[in-house]
């Protein structure tokens, strides 16, 4: 575990997005909701009922309206494996366009990433389910990479 890594990270969102004053910035709980905001919860999860099966039909109807899609993996996600990842975006049947190719970051391998018509998927090394949490420089990486339409940074 990298020593930078906090056990604690968890509570102090769970704190800071209760803060009344938090939520009033970020126009959040504006009906009140009796319960507190919480970093992982099931109440969404346990009553949401009209959620679709896939995303792949709506992964379609987004790239046929010519959006910008990237989707990215921490390589050591257990909640959303890169492989199963993989599968689905390989059920899109979509071209490729840069085959899979590794990424850098200051010389080292940030992860792999692979560009299709329509999307881009990149793996972020050594980062778990909250990406940004556990590797917050290539996160910014990745997001500065969205931002100005670019492929992930290929040279060392």
């Not at 850098?104 to 560009?115: A, H, M, R």
Request: charged fraction near 15%.
């Amino acid at each position: 575990m990298s020593r930078a890594y906090d056990p604690c990270t968890e509570r102090y969102s769970d704190l800071y997005f209760n803060h009344p004053e938090v939520q009033k910035a970020l126009h959040a709980n504006v009906t009140g909701i009796p319960y507190s905001w919480k970093t992982c919860s099931d109440i969404v999860g346990n009553y949401w009922t009209d959620s679709p099966l896939t995303m792949l039909p709506i992964y379609h109807e987004l790239i046929n309206a010519g959006l910008k899609i990237w989707v990215y993996s921490g390589d050591t996600d257990s909640v959303v494996p890169v492989t199963a990842t993989r599968y689905s975006i390989d059920a899109l049947k979509l071209p490729t366009l840069i085959n899979w190719y590794p990424w850098y970051d200051n010389g080292k391998v940030g992860g792999w990433s692979q560009v299709y018509k329509g999307l881009t998927f990149v793996t972020v090394r050594g980062a778990g389910h909250e990406v940004p949490l556990h590797r917050p420089r290539q996160a910014f990486i990745l997001f500065m990479s969205f931002l100005e339409d670019k492929p992930m940074p290929s040279s060392s």
